[in-house]
T-cell receptor
Framework: AQSVSQHNHHVILSEAASLELGCNYS??????LFWYVQYPGQHLQLLLK??????LVKGIKGFEAEFIKSKFSFNLRKPSVQWSDTAEYFC?????????FGAGTQVVVTP | GAVVSQHPSRVICKSGTSVKIECRSL??????MFWYRQFPKQSLMLMAT?????????EQGVEKDKFLINHASLTLSTLTVTSAHPEDSSFYIC?????????????FGPGTRLLVL
């Protein structure tokens, strides 16, 4: 069955620390990959997306993600987080026009 | 980026009544919109795909007679929860798809919190 796995459910880190959130998927064909963020009380916003080309994708707010086809992974990274990065992060895979989401990772950044 | 709105943002209704939720793409046309349900502390679960000018397609386990979807124009889809019951209380989120094929991207509305008493 097709699935999207996010390895960490909760991450707590201090400001200025580096962040990496894992995402693995199991789809056989061509996929489009996304990371969305949901800040407290707000709606889902697109952070970045990968369709083709350079596997290192840069998104908004200093985030980037790397598509590694051989590992079926699309990990999200940020070198130095801020308190305002506290949010829930969702990895999603689009296949046949539909999005399937991972379970989400709650990230808490402490001052 | 593309903007999607939902109305209302929250609604409280009595058991047995029907509730309509609107989803609008404000600055682009969307032939396809999606309706999701999000349970507390959980991810989004796709309920149905709303297609402009044709019937919606529902995911397995979603009752099409309970969750009526109408996509009357390229910027508006509505979800009607019919004969709502307390177990229908949830956070309903819509998205609108911009583009088609390789570059397509879904943009999400702010969600509607439904509480059925």
């Amino acid at each position: 069955a097709q699935s999207v796995s996010q390895h960490n459910h909760h991450v707590i880190l201090s400001e200025a620390a580096s962040l990496e959130l894992g995402c693995n998927y199991s789809y056989g064909g061509t996929v489009n990959l996304f990371w969305y963020v949901q800040y407290p009380g707000q709606h889902l916003q697109l952070l970045l997306k990968y369709f083709s080309g350079d596997p290192l994708v840069k998104g908004i707010k200093g985030f980037e993600a790397e598509f590694i086809k051989s590992k079926f992974s699309f990990n999200l990274r940020k070198p130095s987080v801020q308190w305002s990065d506290t949010a829930e992060y969702f990895c999603a895979v689009a296949s046949w026009g539909k999005l399937q989401f991972g379970a989400g990772t709650q990230v808490v950044v402490t001052p | 980026g593309a903007v999607v709105s939902q109305h209302p943002s929250r609604v409280i209704c009595k058991s047995g009544t029907s509730v309509k939720i609107e989803c609008r793409s404000l600055d682009f046309q969307a032939t396809t919109m999606f309706w999701y349900r999000q349970f507390p502390k959980q991810s989004l679960m796709l309920m149905a795909t709303s297609n402009e000018g044709s019937k919606a397609t529902y995911e397995q386990g979603v009752e099409k007679d309970k969750f009526l979807i109408n996509h009357a124009s390229l910027t508006l889809s509505t979800l009607t929860v019919t004969s709502a019951h307390p177990e229908d209380s949830s956070f309903y989120i819509c998205s609108a798809r911009e583009g088609t094929g390789v570059g397509e991207t879904q943009y999400f509305g702010p969600g509607t919190r439904l509480l059925v008493l």
